[in-house]
């Protein structure tokens, strides 16, 4: 299996800037996307940014023009670079990893355990 392991999380004032990673480690033969999730206080989790191979990225609407999602394959890293943060981007974001962990495996999803990114003044 693969782990994950996010970092970044911290208070942060509206309009700053932040940056997620989370980093992978474990045994697998090929990787088909990777993203963020977040979950805010008292609701459900929901999609952020993914990046898929070849580099393809998507956003949520609620992010685009804010937040930038990138990875270093060769480190199985994700980075989230979050700029102009607002309150409403409060919430325990969740890195995720798609892959295969022999070629013709089903894909599977493996989850972080969350880091809290909390926005206010």
């Known amino acids: 299996q693969v782990q994950l392991v996010e970092s970044g999380g911290k208070l942060v004032q509206p309009g700053g800037s932040l940056r997620l990673s989370c980093t992978a480690s474990?045994?697998?033969?090929?990787?088909?996307?990777m993203g963020w999730f977040r979950q805010p206080p008292g609701k459900e989790r929901e999609f952020v940014a993914s990046i898929t191979t070849p580099e393809r990225t998507h956003y949520a609407d609620s992010v685009k023009g804010r937040f930038i999602i990138s990875a270093d394959t060769a480190k199985l890293t994700i980075y989230l670079q979050m700029d102009n943060l607002k309150p409403e981007d409060t919430a325990v974001y969740f890195c995720n990893v798609v892959l295969r962990l022999t070629p013709y495996g089903n894909p599977l999803s493996n989850w972080g355990q969350g880091t809290l990114v909390t926005v206010s003044s």
């Open positions: 474990g045994n697998y033969f090929e990787v088909i996307s």
